[in-house]
C-alpha cells in the first residue's frame, strides 16, 4: 500500500531525514516512534505531500507523489499534529465545507452522518468548534481526515495533550480505523504507539534504527530472551538441572533465590523449566520475562543513533 524508497531530506547542512526506506501493507496499523526532532514529522510531511523530499520516492496505492501529486493526495487523510480546524464552524458545516473542498463524490449529507457517528460527533453536529474540548476537537479533525474513505489514514501526534480518558478513546478509534484503512500513527510516547499498532518503526536522528512487530520487538531488538526466576533450593543442582534444557545458552545465579536464564531466540523453555524443578523439588515462586524492557530498549537504541551523528 506504501512504499517509502531511500528517503532523504536536508535544510542546507542538516539532515532531517536521511535514506529511510520502509513499506506498509494494506490494513496494518503502523507506529512511527521517536524522540521529538528526530524526522517523524518531516517524514509524514513529505509522504503527504506537504514537502518534497530532496530525494527518494513516495509511492501510495501505486501513485508516486511528486510523479501524480494530485492522484496520490486523494488515496491519503491526513490529522497534523494540530488539527487544520476553521473554529467559528459548527462541526458540520466544518465537515461539509472540507467535503466540497476535497471534491468528494460520495452523498453529502450521508456519509457525513457516516463519519460523525464514527468518530461520536453525531450528537454534537451543531456545536461551534471552539467550544468543544481538546479531545472533541481532536475528533473533528479525525473526521475531516476520513472524508472521502481514502485507504491511508497518517495521524501525526493525535493523542498530544488529551487527558488518560480522551487517550483511551483515541487509541480504540485508531484500532477501529485499522479494519479499513492502512494507518501511519505516530507518536514520541512508546505506550501509545505499543498498545495501539501492529507494527513499530523506531527513527532517531533521521534514520531508522528498528523495525518490528509489536509482539516481537523486544526480542527482536535485544537478540536475546532471558527467564527471570525465583526458586527455592539448592543454588548447584537448580543451576545445573536448567543449563540441562536444551535451548538455554546460560544460567546466571543473580542473587538470593534469583536466576537469569538466557535462551534461544524464538524458543520458550516455561514448560522445562518448571518440569526441572518439579523432578529436583525446588518450588518455583516467580517466573517472568528477564529481557530488556522496551522502554529501555527505546532509550539505548534512540541514544546509540544520536551518539553516532554529528
Known sequence: ???????????????????????????????????????????MNIITGYISSTSGTVTVDGSEILADPKKTKQKIGYLPE????YTDMTVRKYLEFMFDLKRVRLPKKEHIAEIMRLVSLDKHGDRIIKNLSKGFRQRVGFAQALL????????????????????????????????????????????????TCDRIIIISD???????????????????????????????????????????????????????????????????????????NAPILEMKSGNESLEELYLRLTENAKGGER
Open 148 to 195: 472521502g474513505n481514502p485507504p491511508v489514514i497518517i495521524l501525526d501526534e493525535p493523542t498530544v495533550g488529551l487527558d488518560p480518558k480522551q487517550i483511551i478513546e483515541i487509541r480504540r478509534l485508531i484500532k477501529s480505523l485499522g479494519k479499513k484503512h492502512t494507518v501511519i500513527f505516530s507518536s514520541h510516547v512508546l505506550s501509545e504507539i505499543s498498545a
Open 82 to 85: 494540530i488539527p487544520p480546524l
Open 1 to 43: 500500500m506504501i512504499e517509502v524508497k531511500n528517503l532523504t531530506k536536508r535544510y542546507g547542512k542538516i539532515t532531517a531525514v536521511d535514506n529511510i526506506s520502509f513499506s506498509v501493507d494494506t490494513g496494518e496499523v503502523l507506529g512511527f516512534l521517536g524522540p521529538n526532532g528526530a524526522g517523524k514529522s518531516t517524514t
Open 206 to 280: 533521521g534514520k531508522i534504527v528498528a523495525d518490528a512487530k509489536a509482539d516481537e520487538l523486544q526480542s527482536v531488538l535485544s537478540g536475546e530472551q532471558r527467564l527471570s526466576l525465583t526458586v527455592e533450593g539448592n543454588p548447584t543442582q537448580i543451576t545445573e538441572e536448567l543449563e540441562k534444557i536444551p535451548d538455554v545458552l546460560k544460567v546466571k545465579k543473580t542473587g538470593g533465590s534469583g536466576y537469569s536464564v538466557e535462551y534461544r531466540q524464538g524458543a520458550d523453555v516455561r514448560r522445562e523449566a518448571f518440569s526441572a524443578m518439579e523432578r529436583i
